[in-house]
C-alpha cells in the first residue's frame, strides 16, 4: 500500500509539473503584461513574511501599482485548496511584469520568464548556512539526482538579492545558476532595514513588555532553533533543559522560545517554568526577539546573521551536529564559522551563557568573531537595501508610477 501511494504521489507530481500547470500557464501568457502588475507569492505562510514585508510597504507608499499577494500554503492544506492556490497564482503571474518569490517550488520552476517580464528572488534567509536547493541533491533533506533535475525550483531570474558578496557562490549553487551568477546582487536583504531603524527597535521593545510583561527588569536569553524533519512535517526540538536554565537565570532573566514559522509540532514548557519561560512563535516576529534579546541561542538557523547586526553574544547548541550534517549539510565548516561557542551538552550551554553574560566587552574574543561575521557575510545590510532593489530591479520605469510625481518635477 505505501509503495502504491509513493507511486500515486510521483505520477500526480509528474502530470501537474510537467503537463497540466506548464499548459495552464502558458495559455494564460497568451494575454497582454500588464505593467503596473507586481505578484508576491508566498509558498507557506498564510501572510506575507518579513521578506517581503519592507519592499510591500515602499511600494504601496509610494507608487501606483496593482500589488497582488498570493499564498500556496504547501505543506498546510490539502490537495484540492493547494492546487486552487496554485492555479490562481499562475494565472495572476502569467501576466504579471513583476513576480516576486522568496522560496524554491517545483511550481516556480516551470515557469516561462516573457519577454518585458521580470522575476525578482529576495530569498528568506541571508548569508549561507545550512545547504538548500540542488545543493542538497541526494541527501536526505534534499530531492533525488534525478527529480532535481526534472522539477527545477527556481525560474529564470532578472535578480537574487543576497546580504554579501562572500556568498554568491552558494546561491548559484543552490539555484543552480552557476551559468548566470550575474543575477545574484549582493545589495543586500530589505528584511534587514528594520535593524538599522531605532523607531523600530523601541516599538520592539514595547512590544515585548506589552506581550511578555515578565521580561519588564529584565534581560532575555532568545532560544531560536531551526526545525527538524522534512518541510512537510517540521517539528521543534525538545533537548533544551529549560529546568537547568531556571536554576541557573531565573533570577535575571526571562526565556524566550522562538520556533522556525513552519514548525507543525512544538516543544511544551513544563507549566512549573511559565513565569519563566515563554514560547513567543505567536506573540513576536523574529525580528522582535532580535532587536530585544540580550544573548541568542541557536543552533543552525540563518537568524544568527541579522543578530550579528547588534554584535550581541550568541551560543550555539548543536546536540545533533553530526546527524544534522548527513541529514543537510553546511557550506562553510561548522565550527570554523560559528561566531560564539558550541555546546553538545546543557551543562556547556549553561555554563557558555554564563561566561557570555558577564564577560562580553570590546576585547572579547568572541564579539571579535562576530564583528568579523558580520563583516564577511552582512557587509550590504545597512539600512538601505529596500531602496537599492526598486532601484535595480524595477528601474526607471516605475517612475510614471510615483506618486504625487508631478508635486516633484
Known amino acids: 500500500m505505501a509503495n502504491f501511494k509513493s507511486t500515486l504521489k510521483k505520477v500526480l507530481r509528474f502530470i501537474t509539473r510537467k503537463i497540466v500547470f506548464p499548459i495552464y500557464y502558458n495559455l494564460n501568457t497568451l494575454k497582454p503584461i500588464k505593467d503596473d502588475k507586481v505578484v508576491f507569492v508566498e509558498l507557506r505562510l498564510p501572510k506575507l513574511s518579513n521578506s517581503f514585508k519592507e ?36 494565472k ?37 548556512f545550512k545547504k538548500f536547493g540542488l545543493s542538497t541533491r541526494d541527501k536526505e533533506f534534499g530531492d533525488s539526482g534525478i527529480e532535481a533535475t526534472l522539477y527545477p525550483g527556481h525560474p529564470d ?24 551568477k550575474a543575477c545574484i546582487k549582493p545589495i543586500g536583504v530589505s528584511r534587514t532595514d528594520v535593524f538599522f531603524d531605532r523607531e523600530y527597535i523601541n516599538k520592539a521593545y514595547d512590544k515585548l513588555y506589552s506581550k511578555v510583561p515578565l521580561a519588564k527588569g529584565k534581560k532575555v536569553i532568545l532560544y531560536a532553533p ?3 524533519g522534512q518541510t512537510k512535517t517540521a517539528y521543534g526540538p525538545d533537548e533544551l533543559d529549560i529546568g537547568l536554565f531556571y536554576k541557573n537565570f531565573s533570577e535575571d532573566y526571562v526565556l524566550l522560545i522562538k520556533n522556525h514559522p513552519i514548525t507543525h509540532k512544538r516543544a511544551e514548557i513544563p507549566k512549573e517554568y511559565s513565569e519563566f519561560a515563554i514560547d513567543v512563535t505567536e506573540l513576536l516576529t523574529i525580528e522582535d526577539v532580535i532587536c530585544t534579546a540580550d544573548i541568542c541561542i541557536s543552533d543552525y538557523s540563518s537568524l544568527v546573521y541579522e543578530y550579528s547586526l547588534f554584535e550581541k553574544p550568541m551560543v550555539f547548541f548543536a546536540f545533533d551536529l553530526e546527524k544534522y550534517f548527513d541529514n543537510r549539510g553546511f557550506y562553510y565548516d561548522y565550527e570554523d564559522l560559528a561566531p560564539g561557542p558550541i555546546c553538545k551538552t546543557n551543562e556547556e550551554l549553561v555554563k557558555a551563557v554564563r561566561e557570555l553574560t558577564t564577560s562580553f566587552d570590546d576585547e572579547s574574543p568572541y564579539r571579535k568573531k562576530i564583528r568579523g561575521f558580520r563583516e564577511r557575510f552582512m557587509s550590504a545590510c545597512d539600512g538601505h537595501a529596500t531602496e537599492r532593489i526598486v532601484r535595480e530591479f524595477f528601474g526607471a520605469d516605475i517612475e510614471k508610477y510615483r506618486k504625487n510625481r508631478s508635486a516633484n518635477t
Open 55 to 90: 519592499l510591500y510597504k515602499c511600494l504601496e507608499s509610494d507608487y501606483e501599482l496593482d500589488l497582488r499577494t498570493h499564498f500556496i500554503r504547501q505543506g498546510f492544506e490539502g490537495n484540492a485548496r493547494k492546487y486552487a492556490n496554485m492555479f490562481s497564482f499562475l
Open 92 to 128: 495572476d503571474a502569467a501576466t504579471a511584469k513583476y513576480i516576486i518569490f522568496n522560496e524554491a517550488a517545483d511550481i516556480f520552476g516551470l515557469m516561462r520568464k516573457r519577454k518585458n517580464a521580470h522575476m525578482l528572488s529576495t530569498w528568506h534567509a541571508c548569508g549561507a
Open 157 to 180: 531570474y532578472d535578480m537574487v538579492t543576497v546580504s554579501s558578496p562572500e556568498i554568491i557562490w552558494a546561491y548559484a549553487e543552490a539555484m543552480g545558476k552557476e551559468n548566470n
Open 226 to 228: 531551526t526545525f527538524r
